[in-house]
């Protein structure tokens, strides 16, 4: 191939003497590569490793830099800078056969900025540089397009004067604004050719003005002036104090690439487009893309003009097609990965603006990888690292088929669990319950300003789950991810009336029975009803990676499940394991709630105990379940956790029940008495009595920040009862369950200790029930007592407690809350703006914090491990699912992570990536 | 003196062989000394000091620990140990001149465990050992009181069954309790001497139906088996879990105690009694005690008896109170501090039971102190430790003249803020402030269920503060402590009813305006009207004593204080400068709250700032005020911290008052309107859109958990304008009394950071606008910013914040929250349990928890200090009032404590004595 590519013998090399500032890049070869970050920037190196790579780039010259560090110790630099500038200037000429922005043809130039680190707050981009008042009228003969020319030297001229002669932007912006205003222009593109000359000349005085000088005529003195604005920039307030915060070394200085500028709109023989060198989606081996002739890239995305599919080139410009095809073909070899790449044919020369690894669905992901190790381009090894773990997820739950039908989006939210979901509108758990029917038949969507642990029922029955407040960790997020539901959480342009019973969004009101289509991979909530395509969990590609990945993890994965059917669904999905079974969920079960509420209410031990006596049975049937479920595995069994108001009725529902109920007439009444029959109002005389009564109790165990309140080990210690019971619980299945030849491993977790006293409180009180259930059933089961580490204290004395703790479990969302002092469910109202002002790089709800939290569970496995060498240490918060935490994970130890069902595939993967990646390190210098 | 000691000669060494097994004492000689913990446990040891002082104790004997590992390694002692036991029981014997368990006056012991620590879990107590069938009868005979014999016998085999022989105690109290019903007694005391043989007839029958032989009857039989038992416990298990969780060594064993019973009750003769060497409430030099004679220790503490002054016993047995003062005067001298002594006189003969240094208040510790200066007791680098730091407060607060009326304790709350207040009940703070009138003429107390920061103008006119609810953390407490004036919070067994205004309380009803008298330094809730007493701050003792400490210390002491008078107070009490300016506390103010509230409702960022603007010349005038008083000394200001919801009104309020709207009446809705006017009701018509508009601001800023929420600098970040504010009032202010001479040096906080992003982006803005400021004015001021450490990771990343951060102020409030996960409005529904269980020792909130927090204070610290060795660093939490936390900090090496101006004394002390241990340790052995 190579009809792009310059023979060999015209690269010369630019200078001989002894520091090499400027590298060269065109003609099918660099001088750099693109390992030489540390001179030639991120920016420039890649450039010239595609050069490299026998792409058609636009040519140029990168300047590297020392050159920088010179211009930072003397003010300036060498006159050798400027010599081998010329140099490697007069070299690109010649191979455009191009002036610098002189003749015909002049020759234009991007100046970019490009440091070893990414780094925002320096100088961006100069574009068109070379354009003056004689080469702008060249450029309009040439195109053609005398609108197109003038907007460009405008832009120059703006750009120019802002970031190299630091006039303030307001000072352009006055002027083109009253040039729209005067012309009655609505979009800077029904501005003409004439008016943006006037704005030129315009533009023009305003340099002047502020600089005392005309705006330089000399392409050479805009291409110095640039340069050194470059250098300059490194050391502006910002960029520096962006270094000082990462940690970057302000003696680094930063490269200059400047870069021939290349147009697609030049004519009939231009034209520009982009490409995959394989279907995105389905993986499937074809080219893939779309074009426009005679346009620029924005044109492309805009949708003004509707691209057209890249076959057809073939029809228009077959050897430029041909070329294409050759050259991504051969890009897809060098990058050994499927490639996204951006071209752009110039009067028929074809130019490669860009290419990198292409973006593509968990099924295309598994597919291409599959493919390309059959191919032998790359090895099973390699192919580990093709597809992002989080990926998987895609093979788990069901899409939206948007060709089914219109797709009028009514609101994003936040993607709070991935899936699709098509039902009707309910607004309450109860009639998600009545109008989803037995078996579930009729789908429903739940929605709700936000969701509680009261709402459990209905939400186990809906499709789908949308909420308008909450963030990515609240409770509809993190239940409804526990479910494998689809959810959207925290939409907030949608005003949910729970009274009313309405959903107000975009001017239209929604009802119940209203249909709806949730987009939980997006966070789209769509109007009306779509199409879903189904989960291919059992998909024989996923299969046969997953078997290749497999064999390198060492970490342990288990689930987070609470019930029997979870548990056999995280059994399917690989889990060696339950490392959390959160005891409360099965509280919050219609049947059991009223004995729960008659424990808290009881005023004594024994009517407490009474209470305990009947959730006892209930306890046990479900452990049996969720044991005979796990045979042979271990089952971690957290003991009640959440603060017990959590039970209750709202403190302000009653408040303002109290309120009203001197005014309330006979129906409503008959409604209340209805909804406190089970706190005992048995006519309307008993409101009176009972729901006051209710509320002091609910006062009573009013938390200002419940978070931090009476909850965790803090329950079982003021009411041992409640540990005994549900010890026995686990014990009496246990053994049961154990007589009949399950293998049962029951570990008993105590939540939120800070101490060891507390562990050895509560373990005390494990250890004797399991004592007289073994005498009593004369049969004992192997178990353990650990606890969950979930505050910094624990962390920070875990050598202690490791000595009544037989096993650690991170809980690192509250680990997370108290480290950070950030409140899960309130978190919604700060995020947003830590992440747009770049406080936070990511939610720390979603990906641990190792900084911060991570110390914490570093610091706390190796002070337990000193205690008990053998200790065994999992983590079982939401990041137990996330693949940067899990390679945390296994990075500092851990024997295994514990994830809700569904995430369970993605940490197996993420788990063998971590183990991978040590393997592939030790063997030396492979690159994944 | 001496007349209860014995010619030296007689004391004999007990044994010559290799192991000395037992130690004796008695006879005014001990083998042992008070440094032998190792050998003879602590109590042992304590027994010979005293013996060894001339102390007239009943003598015994110690059976080392050695004895105990052998028991442990042999399970049982060997033959030599059995050898020196009867030895020292003979030397026993012969110097009582009696016999054990044998004769007409037989020699009866108590055996006691006795470890190297104080254990709790192990055998604690056989008195009256050496009774048997035989020796009751003689005992009976002997003190003319056959009830008491039969009675000392009763309880020895019950105590020996149950200890040594391990039958059950409910066993013997099976027996009792049946013989209490049949013959009809109440008490225990009601059943007569005869009942009781018949108990100990039904005893012996007990023990012989568990062991399957007799209550043994040889003394000497019982005295092994007791001391075996001894042994043993140390093995049981709740001893070793209690080891395990102390980290105390399984191997040191404990000592066993053997001491001569005797008693004050064998007739006229015999008495007992206490006493101090000075006196304890007012430090004057007398002799200060009472006794009875015929009684025992419980007669004269359990108020059935009323004691006598310690003068009439001259009268009665002139040499035993001569003797008793010549030995209480040369204990004082020996242990070099006033004695709080018990004493038993049995037939003429006085035995000091106890002594130890005796408890006084703060008064009498000053003056002590100083007289045993001058006597040449004790030097005056010793005296500043004879007083607590705590105890200072004495000197700062009234307190109740309790002879001045009735005292009828209506209940007990917690002893939030010391001091003492007299006043008329008022419920609300409006009333607060209508009834104690102009000047605070009149004297009120302020009760409510809790109060919160829209009460403080009732607070501040207030005598004393009583709330039902809430900690010594509580809003009331820390608030009121503040002040320096008198809380007690939570009386849990008041309940107050603020919708009626009425307190309900032991069955009475209090209204507004009936009197009560607080004692914030018990916490008791007095009926009526007693009178105060005044403090004394300015006692000339005081201020010797102070100068003694003062050059010692080398930490510097700040105050908490947020408005100019506090300020004042504070420098007058020694602070040296301000560590804590809240600078919400001035937005509560009434005059205030309204821009403030303006300010949160508004719903673009130019009507904020309006609000803002109003605030900026209030502010400024406070930090003037703040500045000049503390002229010469720098002034820490944390920015907005609290979450915005606190300045509005109550949620579930608002939706109360909604609920009832349509049913209000117009009486009903005027007062609405009147409520709700500053929120722009005009007319009942306005209520039903304004209230509803307020509640959904109020529902938006809502939080579950506030302490972990939008607050601190996440409000600064969110609403950048408020520090802009803020930081302008603080240099205008600054700048200004520093143009009049005023030596400002301003020191702006950011508060809960947890990333160094966060501090740069707070920080930027403040240099920003001081330099605006600068320039404006054309003055500069030095000043430093700085944020404070109160969440666990901003001490995990103190390296990364101390490069923004000019300095560190712990907020060990919120760091203790965080790192124990314990709300501190909360906590109260578990500390009680938590310290009755052991789990935790004091409050952590108080006595700042080394362990845990304190690591964090430690390593942010030192972290901070790698990146910045000149950091400054301090404590701004309630704990730099704490004397435990001041010595910590101290230690650990900070610059500064801050504290309420109240607690200042208390610090300048605690850290004197903390500087001052560290001068007696490298001065070598001096102990205090």
Redesign the interface.
């Given at each position: 191939m190579a009809t792009t590519t310059l023979p060999e013998a015209e690269v010369q090399p630019i200078s001989k003497s002894a520091t090499k500032y400027v590298y060269f890049f065109g003609g099918g070869k660099a001088d750099g590569n693109g390992k030489m970050k540390d001179e030639l920037g991120g920016k420039g190196a890649g450039l010239a490793e595609m050069t490299n790579a026998g792409l058609p780039v636009p040519p140029g010259f990168t300047i590297q830099t020392e050159a920088c560090r010179e211009y930072m110790r003397h003010n300036g630099v060498s006159p050798e800078v400027d010599r081998q500038m010329e140099e490697a200037l007069a070299h690109l000429e010649q191979l455009q056969g191009q002036k610098l922005g002189k003749g015909e043809n002049p020759l234009l130039v991007s100046v970019r900025s490009g440091a070893k680190f990414s780094m925002p707050g320096m100088m961006d981009t100069i574009l068109n540089l070379g354009l003056n008042d004689q080469s702008v009228e060249a450029l309009a003969k040439r195109s053609n397009k005398p609108r197109f020319a003038a907007d460009s030297y405008r832009r120059l001229i703006q750009m120019f004067g802002n970031v190299v002669l630091e006039i303030p932007k307001s000072a352009f912006d006055e002027v083109f604004d009253a040039k729209k205003k005067h012309k009655k222009a609505k979009l800077d593109t029904d501005l003409d050719a004439k008016a943006l000359k006037e704005v030129i000349e315009e533009y023009k005085k305003v340099v002047k003005k502020h600089t005392k000088r005309d705006f330089p005529q000399d392409p050479h003195e805009q291409l110095v002036m640039a340069r050194d604005a470059v250098f300059r920039s490194w050391q502006n307030e910002r960029a520096k104090?962006y270094r000082?915060?990462n940690n970057i070394s302000d003696d680094l200085g930063t490269a200059v690439n400047v870069q021939a500028m290349v147009y697609g709109n030049l004519g009939d023989t231009s034209g520009t487009g982009v490409g995959f060198t394989r279907n995105p989606a389905t993986g499937a081996k074809e080219f893939y893309g779309e074009f426009l002739m005679n346009a620029q890239g924005e044109d492309v995305v805009s949708g003004v003009r509707t691209p057209v599919h890249i076959s057809e080139l073939h029809k228009i410009m077959p050897e430029v097609y041909d070329q294409l095809r050759d050259i991504t073909t051969r890009l897809e070899k060098h990058y050994k990965d499927m490639q996204d790449f951006e071209f752009t044919i110039q009067e028929g020369k074809l130019y490669m603006l860009q290419t990198r690894n292409g973006k593509r669905t968990g099924l295309a992901a598994v597919k291409v990888a599959l493919q390309m190790v059959e191919e032998g381009l790359i090895t099973q090894e390699e192919a580990i690292f093709r597809v992002e773990p989080n990926q998987l997820y895609d093979f788990l739950v069901p899409r939206l088929n948007e060709k089914s039908g219109k797709v009028e989006v009514l609101a994003t939210g936040l993607p709070a669990s991935p899936g699709a979901a098509v039902g009707q509108i309910v607004f309450t758990a109860d009639d998600a319950v009545k109008r989803a029917g037995h078996d579930r038949r009729n789908s429903v969507i739940l929605v709700r300003a936000e969701t509680t642990p009261e709402d459990i029922h209905g939400m186990e029955v809906a499709a789908g789950i949308l909420t308008s407040r909450g963030g990515m960790t609240s409770h509809a997020a993190v239940v409804t991810r526990g479910m494998g539901k689809c959810c959207v959480a925290g939409a907030g342009d949608i005003q949910v009336d729970e009274k009313k019973q309405e959903m107000h969004v975009k001017g239209q009101v929604f009802k119940e029975g209203d249909w709806i289509s949730l987009d939980g991979t997006t966070g789209r909530v769509i109007k009306g009803k779509l199409d879903t395509m189904s989960p291919k969990a059992d998909d024989p590609e996923l299969l046969q990676f997953m078997n290749w990945a497999e064999p390198f993890r060492k970490i342990g994965v288990r689930a987070n499940a609470d019930i029997p059917r979870d548990a056999i669904q995280a059994r399917a999905f690989g889990a060696e394991g339950i490392g959390l079974c959160r005891t409360e969920h099965m509280f919050f079960e219609k049947d059991r709630i009223p004995h729960m509420q008659a424990m808290i209410l009881a005023d004594n031990e024994k009517n407490r105990r009474a209470a305990l006596k009947k959730l006892l049975p209930m306890q046990r049937a479900d452990f049996i379940g969720v044991f005979k479920a796990m045979d042979g595995f271990p089952v971690t069994i957290r003991t009640l956790d959440p603060p017990l108001h959590e039970f209750l009725p709202r403190?302000?529902e009653l408040?303002?029940d109290i309120?009203?109920l001197?005014?309330a007439n006979a129906k409503e009444k008959k409604s209340l008495v209805e909804k406190y029959r089970r706190f005992g109002t048995k006519s309307a005389g008993d409101l009176k009595k009972v729901v006051p009564a209710l509320l002091r109790r609910v006062e009573e165990l009013h938390?200002?920040?419940?978070?931090?309140?009476?909850r965790?080990c803090?329950l079982g210690?003021?009411y041992p009862e409640i540990t005994e019971m549900q010890a026995r619980a686990i014990f009496e299945a246990a053994v049961a369950v154990a007589k009949e030849g399950v293998k049962v491993f029951p570990e008993v977790m105590i939540p939120?200790t800070?101490?060891?006293?507390?562990t050895?409180?509560q373990a005390?009180i494990v250890h004797r029930v399991a004592q007289e259930v073994f005498k009593e059933k004369e049969k004992k089961v192997d178990y353990l007592v650990g606890t969950m580490i979930?505050?910094?204290?624990a962390s920070?004395?875990a050598d202690?407690i490791a000595?009544?703790a037989q096993f650690f479990s991170f809980g690192t969302n509250?680990l997370t809350?108290?480290?950070?002092?950030?409140?899960r469910?309130?978190v919604n109202?700060?995020l947003p703006?830590?992440l747009a002002?770049?406080?936070?790089k990511q939610d720390p709800f979603a990906v641990l914090?190792r900084?911060?939290?991570g110390?914490?569970v570093k610091m706390g496995t190796e002070r337990g491990r000193k205690t008990r060498p053998d200790l065994k240490v999992g983590i079982c918060g939401e990041h137990g699912g996330d693949p940067s935490s899990v390679e945390f994970c296994h990075q500092i130890g851990l024997n295994y992570v514990s994830c809700s069902p569904f995430r369970v595939l993605t940490a197996r993967l993420a788990a063998a990536q971590a183990a991978a990646t040590d393997k592939l390190k030790v063997e030396g210098g492979r690159t994944k």
């Amino acid at each position: 191939m190579a009809t792009t590519t310059l023979p060999e013998a015209e690269v010369q090399p630019i200078s001989k003497s002894a520091t090499k500032y400027v590298y060269f890049f065109g003609g099918g070869k660099a001088d750099g590569n693109g390992k030489m970050k540390d001179e030639l920037g991120g920016k420039g190196a890649g450039l010239a490793e595609m050069t490299n790579a026998g792409l058609p780039v636009p040519p140029g010259f990168t300047i590297q830099t020392e050159a920088c560090r010179e211009y930072m110790r003397h003010n300036g630099v060498s006159p050798e800078v400027d010599r081998q500038m010329e140099e490697a200037l007069a070299h690109l000429e010649q191979l455009q056969g191009q002036k610098l922005g002189k003749g015909e043809n002049p020759l234009l130039v991007s100046v970019r900025s490009g440091a070893k680190f990414s780094m925002p707050g320096m100088m961006d981009t100069i574009l068109n540089l070379g354009l003056n008042d004689q080469s702008v009228e060249a450029l309009a003969k040439r195109s053609n397009k005398p609108r197109f020319a003038a907007d460009s030297y405008r832009r120059l001229i703006q750009m120019f004067g802002n970031v190299v002669l630091e006039i303030p932007k307001s000072a352009f912006d006055e002027v083109f604004d009253a040039k729209k205003k005067h012309k009655k222009a609505k979009l800077d593109t029904d501005l003409d050719a004439k008016a943006l000359k006037e704005v030129i000349e315009e533009y023009k005085k305003v340099v002047k003005k502020h600089t005392k000088r005309d705006f330089p005529q000399d392409p050479h003195e805009q291409l110095v002036m640039a340069r050194d604005a470059v250098f300059r920039s490194w050391q502006n307030e910002r960029a520096k104090h962006y270094r000082r915060i990462n940690n970057i070394s302000d003696d680094l200085g930063t490269a200059v690439n400047v870069q021939a500028m290349v147009y697609g709109n030049l004519g009939d023989t231009s034209g520009t487009g982009v490409g995959f060198t394989r279907n995105p989606a389905t993986g499937a081996k074809e080219f893939y893309g779309e074009f426009l002739m005679n346009a620029q890239g924005e044109d492309v995305v805009s949708g003004v003009r509707t691209p057209v599919h890249i076959s057809e080139l073939h029809k228009i410009m077959p050897e430029v097609y041909d070329q294409l095809r050759d050259i991504t073909t051969r890009l897809e070899k060098h990058y050994k990965d499927m490639q996204d790449f951006e071209f752009t044919i110039q009067e028929g020369k074809l130019y490669m603006l860009q290419t990198r690894n292409g973006k593509r669905t968990g099924l295309a992901a598994v597919k291409v990888a599959l493919q390309m190790v059959e191919e032998g381009l790359i090895t099973q090894e390699e192919a580990i690292f093709r597809v992002e773990p989080n990926q998987l997820y895609d093979f788990l739950v069901p899409r939206l088929n948007e060709k089914s039908g219109k797709v009028e989006v009514l609101a994003t939210g936040l993607p709070a669990s991935p899936g699709a979901a098509v039902g009707q509108i309910v607004f309450t758990a109860d009639d998600a319950v009545k109008r989803a029917g037995h078996d579930r038949r009729n789908s429903v969507i739940l929605v709700r300003a936000e969701t509680t642990p009261e709402d459990i029922h209905g939400m186990e029955v809906a499709a789908g789950i949308l909420t308008s407040r909450g963030g990515m960790t609240s409770h509809a997020a993190v239940v409804t991810r526990g479910m494998g539901k689809c959810c959207v959480a925290g939409a907030g342009d949608i005003q949910v009336d729970e009274k009313k019973q309405e959903m107000h969004v975009k001017g239209q009101v929604f009802k119940e029975g209203d249909w709806i289509s949730l987009d939980g991979t997006t966070g789209r909530v769509i109007k009306g009803k779509l199409d879903t395509m189904s989960p291919k969990a059992d998909d024989p590609e996923l299969l046969q990676f997953m078997n290749w990945a497999e064999p390198f993890r060492k970490i342990g994965v288990r689930a987070n499940a609470d019930i029997p059917r979870d548990a056999i669904q995280a059994r399917a999905f690989g889990a060696e394991g339950i490392g959390l079974c959160r005891t409360e969920h099965m509280f919050f079960e219609k049947d059991r709630i009223p004995h729960m509420q008659a424990m808290i209410l009881a005023d004594n031990e024994k009517n407490r105990r009474a209470a305990l006596k009947k959730l006892l049975p209930m306890q046990r049937a479900d452990f049996i379940g969720v044991f005979k479920a796990m045979d042979g595995f271990p089952v971690t069994i957290r003991t009640l956790d959440p603060p017990l108001h959590e039970f209750l009725p709202r403190r302000e529902e009653l408040m303002v029940d109290i309120a009203v109920l001197p005014y309330a007439n006979a129906k409503e009444k008959k409604s209340l008495v209805e909804k406190y029959r089970r706190f005992g109002t048995k006519s309307a005389g008993d409101l009176k009595k009972v729901v006051p009564a209710l509320l002091r109790r609910v006062e009573e165990l009013h938390e200002f920040n419940p978070m931090l309140g009476h909850r965790g080990c803090r329950l079982g210690i003021t009411y041992p009862e409640i540990t005994e019971m549900q010890a026995r619980a686990i014990f009496e299945a246990a053994v049961a369950v154990a007589k009949e030849g399950v293998k049962v491993f029951p570990e008993v977790m105590i939540p939120l200790t800070a101490t060891l006293k507390e562990t050895a409180n509560q373990a005390a009180i494990v250890h004797r029930v399991a004592q007289e259930v073994f005498k009593e059933k004369e049969k004992k089961v192997d178990y353990l007592v650990g606890t969950m580490i979930e505050l910094p204290r624990a962390s920070l004395v875990a050598d202690e407690i490791a000595k009544e703790a037989q096993f650690f479990s991170f809980g690192t969302n509250d680990l997370t809350q108290t480290t950070f002092g950030f409140s899960r469910d309130d978190v919604n109202k700060i995020l947003p703006t830590y992440l747009a002002e770049g406080i936070l790089k990511q939610d720390p709800f979603a990906v641990l914090d190792r900084e911060g939290v991570g110390q914490l569970v570093k610091m706390g496995t190796e002070r337990g491990r000193k205690t008990r060498p053998d200790l065994k240490v999992g983590i079982c918060g939401e990041h137990g699912g996330d693949p940067s935490s899990v390679e945390f994970c296994h990075q500092i130890g851990l024997n295994y992570v514990s994830c809700s069902p569904f995430r369970v595939l993605t940490a197996r993967l993420a788990a063998a990536q971590a183990a991978a990646t040590d393997k592939l390190k030790v063997e030396g210098g492979r690159t994944k």
